[in-house]
């Protein structure tokens, strides 16, 4: 009993320490990166329940602002293979489980 | 005639062909008067820009094929093609050219517009039958009444009976029909600029593949590594902090390198630029000083003249005069110079002076100093040293490869610096433990050995200076102590120095002796202001004072070989590097004088004012060790630097068929023949 609440505890905890943006790769520019990486911070933590709501509103908003068209991927355990645009793909952690991909490609 | 003259004027070039026609008009009512005008244009006339072609080439006939392809169609069209991401060819290439478009109003009768259009006519169609009818009924107008009441009928009948007149008429919605035969039409094409289709196409952005798996465990780990490398940045910056405090000087200089990291590479670059620039701008300079060469030499006898080079100044150091000069003997372009004041009433601050000849606009080392500088020496061996004795007393080191304006060593009074302005430092060879020491002079009587050890400057009192010649400890006599106001090293002999005092006396000292001088020369009778061993004679030495002249002396002899005067107070003198028997001396007068023995013996071979302004005093002068040049330094800060002509620099000649004999030898043979023509006299008088 005491074990469980235990683990329970560490997983949360380590779920808190583990939760900030982490970027795995990227290549765009710095002020670019920024941006996409707070975007998809917002989104994640607003649709937090709801991928695909999440990855639409960063696809939407990323369309928006830097021209079409892209494309996002929002999960837990996938592998991908995607052609990108050079200096257009971002590829992070966040929330100790969640991944998001995002690329442009037209 | 007048058919005649008609066909003459079609024969013209068609760039007449209006004027002409339009004068044709005339002369066929008036043909008397333009008819001689037109007789003499019969000629054929070419238009300026008609091709000149022969005869042969005339004749030939050119076949021409026309064909239905428009010539201002491209020949081929490239197109990029995503589904192969590359540049292909287009197959066909369009060949129609629209040269006219004018958009049509019919329409077919079983069209949906033609029944709306039909259902809004209705009303009016009617009238215009009615009107169509009553026109060409207008010889009946008894039949009048019946198509009025059969109106409705016929307005049935005629939708079906005249379908062709309706559709005519559904166009026209007004009632009133236009005259057919009486209207006539114009129409004009205006010009219609050929079409050019223009396009452009850029490459599409460039594109790359990644590739990547997301996976639970693999974001756990990223995490975790993550933490990690901020934790080990965490001590780093912990660690670096506690040794704060035991490296603050290190740490600095680690600053101060990021800090200035990009600029010294500018500072490089920057410096060639700045040496380049100088080049340019004092280029015929800088020829005269390697290549010019006085001709008028050869004419002008024996004696020589002195040719202006650079001259160097410091803005901050205008007020300071020249105290002391010193070239470095590894870079032979580089010369240190001292800056300070020589009046006891005002004194200020100091500095040392670092000029390149490369660049003269600039000193190369700038190091301000508290005090004034009133001498300096760079070491031999170890050029970046350079020790300097200053107004106040104190001795210092300063290193060159060192930033920062601090010297490396300093005496103070608690090692026992001088009590009196320093007049003359001197490196000396290292010691047996390799360690570097100087020696210096100073008008409190002392001549100290400064030695190097580690961090700071041991002191060792040679000698002290006194006005008689031997101290005694008795209470008699109260010893007094005389001031030193130069010296000098033998060049071979280590332990054997010259010091020069403000009384005019010269002493000759070894420094295994701390009491008692090997000798005194009653040399002048105003201070000796600088006392030089010869570079190449053992025996020479030469001496100058305040009182105007300027002496040579056998150092075996009591009296002085050779006394010049000079006509003003000598500030320096200075023996040549290259030949044994020629020296410079500077005078108040702001004029050097060059002097060769063995050339004259009495006077100057070379006497010129150097500085503008006679007021100016000349205070210290060098000989460069390998360019034929000197600088001079004066009291108002300035360093001039002058050529020597040719005849300056002569050196004796060798016989034919004999070997020939070192320079140093035959330097030292030279001043031995010098001096053997005074001795012999004075042997033979004892």
Same mark, same amino acid.
Request: aromatic letters at 10%.
């Given at each position: 009993?005491?074990?469980?609440?235990?683990?329970?505890?560490?997983?949360?905890?380590?779920?808190?320490?583990?939760?900030?943006?982490?970027?795995?790769?990227?290549?765009?520019?710095?002020?670019?990166?920024?941006?996409?990486?707070?975007?998809?911070?917002?989104?994640?933590?607003?649709?937090?329940?709801?991928?695909?709501?999440?990855?639409?509103?960063?696809?939407?908003?990323?369309?928006?602002?830097?021209?079409?068209?892209?494309?996002?991927?929002?999960?837990?355990g996938f592998g991908f293979e995607v052609t990108h645009e050079v200096k257009n793909l971002l590829y992070m952690f966040f929330g100790g489980s969640l991944a998001v991909c995002v690329w442009k490609c037209s | 005639m007048r058919k005649g003259s008609t066909v003459q004027k079609v024969l013209l070039p068609v760039?007449?062909?209006?004027?002409?026609?339009?004068?044709?008009?005339?002369?066929?009512?008036?043909?008397?008067?333009?008819?001689?005008?037109?007789?003499?244009?019969?000629?054929?006339?070419?238009?300026?820009?008609?091709?000149?072609?022969?005869?042969?080439?005339?004749?030939?006939?050119?076949?021409?094929?026309?064909?239905?392809?428009?010539?201002?169609?491209?020949?081929?069209?490239?197109?990029?093609?995503?589904?192969?991401?590359?540049?292909?060819?287009?197959?066909? &290439?369009?060949?129609?050219?629209?040269?006219?478009?004018?958009?049509?109003?019919?329409?077919?009768?079983?069209?949906?517009?033609?029944?709306?259009?039909?259902?809004?006519?209705?009303?009016?169609?009617?009238?215009?039958?009615?009107?169509?009818?009553?026109?060409?009924?207008?010889?009946?107008?008894?039949?009048?009444?019946?198509?009025?009441?059969?109106?409705?009928?016929?307005?049935?009948?005629?939708?079906?009976?005249?379908?062709?007149?309706?559709?005519?008429?559904?166009?026209?919605?007004?009632?009133?029909?236009?005259?057919?035969?009486?209207?006539?039409?114009?129409?004009?094409?205006?010009?219609?600029?050929?079409?050019?289709?223009?396009?452009?196409?850029t490459d599409p952005p460039p594109r790359g593949t990644f590739t990547a798996t997301a996976t639970q465990w693999d974001i756990y780990d990223a995490y975790v590594e993550e933490l990690q490398k901020q934790e080990t940045n965490k001590e780093k910056q912990k660690a670096v902090a506690s040794k704060k405090d035991?490296?603050?000087?290190?740490?600095?200089?680690?600053?101060?390198?990021?800090?200035?990291?990009?600029?010294?590479?500018?500072?490089?670059?920057?410096?060639?630029?700045?040496?380049?620039?100088?080049?340019?701008?004092?280029?015929?300079?800088?020829?005269?000083?390697?290549?010019?060469?006085?001709?008028?030499?050869?004419?002008?006898?024996?004696?020589?003249?002195?040719?202006?080079?650079?001259?160097?100044?410091?803005?901050?150091?205008?007020?300071?005069?020249?105290?002391?000069?010193?070239?470095?003997?590894?870079?032979?372009?580089?010369?240190? &110079?001292?800056?300070?004041?020589?009046?006891?009433?005002?004194?200020?601050?100091?500095?040392?002076?670092?000029y390149s000849l490369k660049n003269s606009a600039y000193p190369e080392f700038i190091y301000p100093t508290l005090s004034g500088v009133l001498c300096l020496d760079i070491h031999e061996q170890h050029s970046y040293l350079v020790a300097v004795g200053f107004y106040d007393g104190c001795v210092a080191v300063y290193?060159?490869?060192?930033?920062?304006?601090?010297?490396?060593?300093?005496?103070?009074?608690?090692?026992?610096?001088?009590?009196?302005?320093?007049?003359?430092?001197?490196?000396?060879?290292?010691?047996?433990?390799?360690?570097?020491?100087?020696?210096?002079?100073?008008?409190?009587?002392? &001549?100290?050995?400064?030695?190097?050890?580690?961090?700071?400057?041991?002191?060792?009192?040679?000698?002290?200076?006194?006005?008689?010649?031997?101290?005694?400890?008795?209470?008699?006599?109260?010893?007094?102590?005389?001031?030193?106001?130069?010296?000098?090293?033998?060049?071979?002999?280590?332990?054997?120095?010259?010091?020069?005092?403000?009384?005019?006396?010269?002493?000759?000292?070894?420094?295994?002796?701390?009491?008692?001088?090997?000798?005194?020369?009653?040399?002048?009778?105003?201070?000796?202001?600088?006392?030089?061993?010869?570079?190449?004679?053992?025996?020479?030495?030469?001496?100058?004072?305040?009182?105007?002249?300027?002496?040579?002396?056998?150092?075996?002899?009591?009296?002085?070989?050779?006394?010049?005067?000079?006509?003003?107070?000598?500030?320096?003198?200075?023996?040549?590097?290259?030949?044994?028997?020629?020296?410079?001396?500077?005078?108040?007068?702001?004029? &050097?004088?060059?002097?060769?023995?063995?050339?004259?013996?009495?006077?100057?071979?070379?006497?010129?004012?150097?500085?503008?302004?006679?007021?100016?005093?000349?205070?210290?002068?060098?000989?460069?060790?390998?360019?034929?040049?000197?600088?001079?330094?004066?009291?108002?800060?300035?360093?001039?630097?002058?050529?020597?002509?040719?005849?300056?620099?002569?050196?004796?000649?060798?016989?034919?068929?004999?070997?020939?004999?070192?320079?140093?030898?035959?330097?030292?043979?030279?001043?031995?023949?010098?001096?053997?023509?005074?001795?012999?006299?004075?042997?033979?008088?004892?």
């Amino acid at each position: 009993m005491a074990g469980t609440g235990e683990a329970k505890k560490e997983e949360a905890d380590y779920k808190r320490l583990h939760s900030f943006p982490l970027i795995r790769h990227t290549d765009m520019p710095e002020e670019m990166r920024v941006e996409t990486m707070e975007l998809c911070v917002t989104a994640c933590e607003k649709f937090a329940t709801n991928n695909e709501s999440a990855a639409k509103m960063i696809k939407e908003s990323m369309d928006k602002k830097f021209g079409s068209s892209w494309h996002v991927v929002i999960g837990e355990g996938f592998g991908f293979e995607v052609t990108h645009e050079v200096k257009n793909l971002l590829y992070m952690f966040f929330g100790g489980s969640l991944a998001v991909c995002v690329w442009k490609c037209s | 005639m007048r058919k005649g003259s008609t066909v003459q004027k079609v024969l013209l070039p068609v760039a007449k062909s209006t004027k002409p026609a339009s004068k044709k008009k005339d002369e066929d009512e008036d043909p008397g008067e333009g008819w001689d005008e037109w007789a003499q244009g019969k000629a054929l006339i070419k238009p300026p820009d008609q091709l000149e072609l022969s005869e042969a080439e005339l004749k030939e006939e050119i076949t021409r094929i026309l064909t239905a392809n428009n010539p201002h169609a491209p020949q081929n069209i490239v197109r990029y093609s995503f589904k192969e991401r590359s540049y292909k060819p287009t197959s066909a &290439v369009d060949q129609m050219a629209v040269h006219f478009v004018l958009e049509g109003s019919l329409l077919h009768e079983d069209s949906d517009e033609a029944r709306r259009l039909r259902a809004k006519e209705g009303l009016p169609e009617e009238t215009a039958t009615v009107d169509t009818g009553v026109e060409p009924d207008e010889e009946e107008p008894e039949t009048s009444d019946t198509p009025v009441e059969d109106g409705q009928e016929v307005e049935e009948a005629g939708e079906e009976d005249r379908p062709d007149s309706v559709a005519s008429k559904t166009d026209r919605k007004e009632p009133k029909v236009t005259n057919q035969f009486n209207f006539s039409e114009r129409a004009s094409q205006t010009l219609n600029n050929p079409l050019r289709e223009r396009s452009c196409q850029t490459d599409p952005p460039p594109r790359g593949t990644f590739t990547a798996t997301a996976t639970q465990w693999d974001i756990y780990d990223a995490y975790v590594e993550e933490l990690q490398k901020q934790e080990t940045n965490k001590e780093k910056q912990k660690a670096v902090a506690s040794k704060k405090d035991n490296d603050k000087g290190k740490k600095k200089t680690l600053l101060m390198e990021t800090q200035t990291d990009d600029i010294t590479k500018v500072g490089k670059a920057s410096k060639i630029f700045e040496r380049m620039v100088n080049q340019n701008t004092f280029d015929d300079i800088a020829q005269d000083f390697k290549y010019f060469e006085d001709a008028s030499d050869e004419f002008r006898d024996q004696e020589g003249t002195l040719l202006p080079l650079w001259k160097f100044q410091y803005d901050k150091a205008k007020r300071l005069s020249v105290t002391a000069l010193c070239w470095n003997k590894k870079y032979q372009d580089l010369f240190a &110079v001292g800056m300070g004041s020589y009046d006891f009433s005002k004194q200020g601050r100091g500095m040392l002076v670092y000029y390149s000849l490369k660049n003269s606009a600039y000193p190369e080392f700038i190091y301000p100093t508290l005090s004034g500088v009133l001498c300096l020496d760079i070491h031999e061996q170890h050029s970046y040293l350079v020790a300097v004795g200053f107004y106040d007393g104190c001795v210092a080191v300063y290193n060159n490869k060192e930033d920062g304006s601090e010297p490396m060593y300093k005496s103070t009074a608690k090692t026992g610096k001088h009590t009196d302005p320093v007049w003359q430092v001197r490196w000396q060879s290292d010691d047996m433990d390799n360690n570097h020491n100087f020696c210096s002079v100073s008008s409190d009587g002392r &001549v100290v050995s400064w030695t190097l050890v580690k961090n700071e400057l041991v002191f060792t009192d040679i000698i002290r200076l006194s006005l008689n010649a031997a101290v005694s400890e008795g209470p008699e006599q109260q010893p007094g102590i005389a001031c030193g106001t130069s010296f000098d090293f033998h060049k071979q002999i280590d332990y054997l120095f010259l010091v020069g005092t403000e009384e005019g006396k010269i002493h000759k000292c070894s420094k295994t002796y701390s009491s008692q001088f090997l000798e005194t020369y009653n040399a002048h009778s105003m201070a000796v202001d600088a006392v030089k061993w010869n570079h190449f004679h053992p025996k020479v030495f030469i001496s100058c004072s305040s009182d105007w002249t300027v002496k040579i002396w056998e150092h075996t002899i009591n009296t002085p070989m050779f006394t010049f005067d000079l006509n003003a107070a000598v500030g320096d003198v200075a023996w040549s590097p290259y030949s044994s028997t020629v020296f410079a001396a500077v005078t108040t007068d702001a004029t &050097v004088h060059i002097f060769d023995l063995s050339i004259n013996k009495y006077e100057a071979i070379c006497q010129q004012p150097v500085v503008a302004k006679k007021k100016t005093k000349l205070t210290h002068i060098e000989f460069n060790p390998i360019y034929p040049i000197i600088i001079v330094g004066d009291d108002r800060g300035y360093v001039s630097s002058l050529k020597l002509s040719p005849n300056l620099r002569k050196k004796p000649k060798v016989k034919k068929g004999q070997d020939q004999p070192k320079d140093s030898e035959m330097e030292e043979a030279k001043m031995e023949k010098l001096l053997s023509l005074l001795r012999e006299p004075e042997q033979s008088t004892v």
